[in-house]
Protein backbone atom coordinates (compact mmCIF):
# COMPACT_ATOMS: atom_id res chain seq x y z
CA UNK A 1 0.00 0.00 0.00
CA UNK A 2 1.46 3.58 -0.95
CA UNK A 3 1.67 6.37 1.38
CA UNK A 4 -0.76 8.10 -0.03
CA UNK A 5 -3.29 5.11 0.16
CA UNK A 6 -2.56 4.76 3.67
CA UNK A 7 -2.99 8.29 4.80
CA UNK A 8 -6.44 8.58 3.11
CA UNK A 9 -7.54 5.02 4.67
CA UNK A 10 -6.49 6.64 8.06
CA UNK A 11 -8.08 9.92 7.53
CA UNK A 12 -11.33 8.09 6.51
CA UNK A 13 -11.20 6.25 9.72
CA UNK A 14 -10.92 8.67 11.89
CA UNK A 15 -12.95 10.97 9.57
CA UNK A 16 -16.05 8.36 10.61
CA UNK A 17 -15.63 9.15 14.20
CA UNK A 18 -19.43 10.37 14.77
CA UNK A 19 -22.00 9.62 17.62
CA UNK A 20 -24.76 6.88 17.38
CA UNK A 21 -27.27 8.11 15.02
CA UNK A 22 -30.72 7.96 16.18
CA UNK A 23 -34.48 9.09 15.38
CA UNK A 24 -36.37 11.61 17.13
CA UNK A 25 -39.67 10.00 18.20
CA UNK A 26 -42.70 12.15 19.33
CA UNK A 27 -45.44 10.65 21.70
CA UNK A 28 -48.30 11.88 23.35
CA UNK A 29 -48.41 11.37 27.09
CA UNK A 30 -51.32 11.55 29.34
CA UNK A 31 -51.73 11.89 33.13
CA UNK A 32 -55.17 11.25 34.59
CA UNK A 33 -56.02 13.00 37.91
CA UNK A 34 -56.30 9.67 39.22
CA UNK A 35 -52.58 8.75 38.11
CA UNK A 36 -51.93 11.83 39.97
CA UNK A 37 -53.54 10.72 43.16
CA UNK A 38 -51.82 7.11 43.09
CA UNK A 39 -49.00 8.79 42.92
CA UNK A 40 -48.90 11.37 45.62
CA UNK A 41 -52.00 11.99 46.98
CA UNK A 42 -51.76 9.83 50.38
CA UNK A 43 -48.71 11.40 50.78
CA UNK A 44 -50.08 14.47 50.49
CA UNK A 45 -53.03 13.72 53.01
CA UNK A 46 -50.43 12.11 55.19
CA UNK A 47 -48.58 15.80 55.31
CA UNK A 48 -51.76 17.55 56.33
CA UNK A 49 -51.45 16.02 59.69
CA UNK A 50 -48.74 19.17 60.10
CA UNK A 51 -46.42 17.41 62.85
CA UNK A 52 -45.46 14.84 59.43
CA UNK A 53 -45.07 17.98 56.89
CA UNK A 54 -41.10 18.41 57.17
CA UNK A 55 -40.53 14.88 57.12
CA UNK A 56 -42.23 14.04 53.95
CA UNK A 57 -41.50 17.37 52.37
CA UNK A 58 -38.15 16.28 50.08
CA UNK A 59 -40.42 12.98 49.28
CA UNK A 60 -43.35 14.90 47.91
CA UNK A 61 -40.65 17.41 46.04
CA UNK A 62 -38.88 14.66 44.27
CA UNK A 63 -42.04 13.21 43.59
CA UNK A 64 -44.60 15.89 42.13
CA UNK A 65 -44.19 16.93 38.85
CA UNK A 66 -46.12 19.93 36.65
CA UNK A 67 -48.77 17.69 34.50
CA UNK A 68 -49.40 16.25 38.12
CA UNK A 69 -49.90 19.73 39.64
CA UNK A 70 -52.08 20.17 36.63
CA UNK A 71 -54.72 17.31 37.37
CA UNK A 72 -55.09 17.47 40.89
CA UNK A 73 -57.76 18.35 42.63
CA UNK A 74 -58.33 22.44 43.78
CA UNK A 75 -58.16 21.70 47.26
CA UNK A 76 -54.74 19.60 47.21
CA UNK A 77 -53.83 22.23 45.09
CA UNK A 78 -54.74 25.18 47.50
CA UNK A 79 -52.97 23.32 49.71
CA UNK A 80 -49.52 23.01 47.83
CA UNK A 81 -49.68 26.80 47.04
CA UNK A 82 -49.44 26.99 51.17
CA UNK A 83 -47.12 24.49 51.07
CA UNK A 84 -44.63 25.82 48.55
CA UNK A 85 -45.13 28.57 49.93
CA UNK A 86 -43.62 27.92 53.24
CA UNK A 87 -41.06 25.92 51.86
CA UNK A 88 -39.77 28.30 49.29
CA UNK A 89 -40.06 25.93 46.56
CA UNK A 90 -40.38 28.88 43.59
CA UNK A 91 -41.03 26.33 40.85
CA UNK A 92 -43.95 24.63 42.71
CA UNK A 93 -45.41 28.05 43.01
CA UNK A 94 -45.13 28.67 38.85
CA UNK A 95 -46.53 25.28 37.96
CA UNK A 96 -49.73 26.18 40.53
CA UNK A 97 -49.92 29.37 38.87
CA UNK A 98 -50.53 27.80 35.31
CA UNK A 99 -52.82 25.58 36.69
CA UNK A 100 -55.84 27.54 37.71
CA UNK A 101 -57.86 25.00 35.56
CA UNK A 102 -59.84 21.60 37.20
CA UNK A 103 -58.76 19.59 34.92
CA UNK A 104 -58.92 15.77 35.55
CA UNK A 105 -56.63 14.71 32.29
CA UNK A 106 -53.71 16.69 30.65
CA UNK A 107 -51.73 15.70 27.42
CA UNK A 108 -48.63 16.86 26.23
CA UNK A 109 -46.16 15.88 23.24
CA UNK A 110 -42.80 14.33 24.81
CA UNK A 111 -39.71 14.44 22.32
CA UNK A 112 -37.07 11.62 22.42
CA UNK A 113 -34.60 9.90 20.52
CA UNK A 114 -34.91 5.80 19.53
CA UNK A 115 -31.45 4.87 18.38
CA UNK A 116 -33.21 1.57 16.98
CA UNK A 117 -35.45 3.51 14.87
CA UNK A 118 -32.47 4.80 12.68
CA UNK A 119 -32.51 2.08 9.59
CA UNK A 120 -30.35 3.15 7.22
CA UNK A 121 -27.41 1.37 8.92
CA UNK A 122 -27.93 -1.92 10.48
CA UNK A 123 -25.79 -4.77 12.62
CA UNK A 124 -24.57 -6.15 9.03
CA UNK A 125 -23.43 -2.97 8.18
CA UNK A 126 -21.74 -2.24 11.09
CA UNK A 127 -20.31 -5.70 11.27
CA UNK A 128 -18.90 -5.07 7.18
CA UNK A 129 -17.31 -2.36 8.61
CA UNK A 130 -15.47 -3.95 11.21
CA UNK A 131 -14.02 -6.43 9.17
CA UNK A 132 -12.74 -3.69 6.69
CA UNK A 133 -11.17 -1.84 9.82
CA UNK A 134 -9.43 -5.02 10.86
CA UNK A 135 -7.76 -6.12 7.57
CA UNK A 136 -6.52 -2.60 5.91
CA UNK A 137 -3.10 -2.66 6.64
CA UNK A 138 -0.43 0.30 7.93
CA UNK A 139 -2.92 2.30 10.04
CA UNK A 140 -2.29 3.96 12.59
CA UNK A 141 -3.00 1.30 15.79
CA UNK A 142 -4.30 3.64 18.15
CA UNK A 143 -6.88 5.01 15.02
CA UNK A 144 -7.89 1.90 14.13
CA UNK A 145 -8.45 0.82 18.19
CA UNK A 146 -11.01 4.23 18.36
CA UNK A 147 -12.48 3.43 15.26
CA UNK A 148 -13.61 -0.11 16.70
CA UNK A 149 -14.47 1.44 19.71
CA UNK A 150 -17.36 3.31 18.21
CA UNK A 151 -18.14 0.66 16.21
CA UNK A 152 -18.50 -1.73 19.18
CA UNK A 153 -21.00 1.18 20.44
CA UNK A 154 -22.93 1.19 17.74
CA UNK A 155 -23.16 -2.51 18.06
CA UNK A 156 -24.56 -1.95 21.61
CA UNK A 157 -28.18 -0.82 20.74
CA UNK A 158 -28.55 -4.27 19.00
CA UNK A 159 -27.70 -6.67 21.75
CA UNK A 160 -30.39 -6.85 24.10
Same mark, same amino acid.
Given at each position: ????????????????????????????????????????????????????????????????????????????????????????? *? *??????????? *?????????????????????????? *?????????????????????HLLIDQMQVYIP
Amino acid at each position: MSHEQQSSVQRLIVRTESPLPSVLVQETVTITREDALVAVGSLIDTMRDFRRIKDLSTQLKETLTEPMVIVLPPDMKMWLNVWAAFFGF *D *DIKRWLEGATE *DKRQHSWIQVGENPLLWSSRGPTAIL *DEMRQVMNVEGVDEAARRRKMHLLIDQMQVYIP
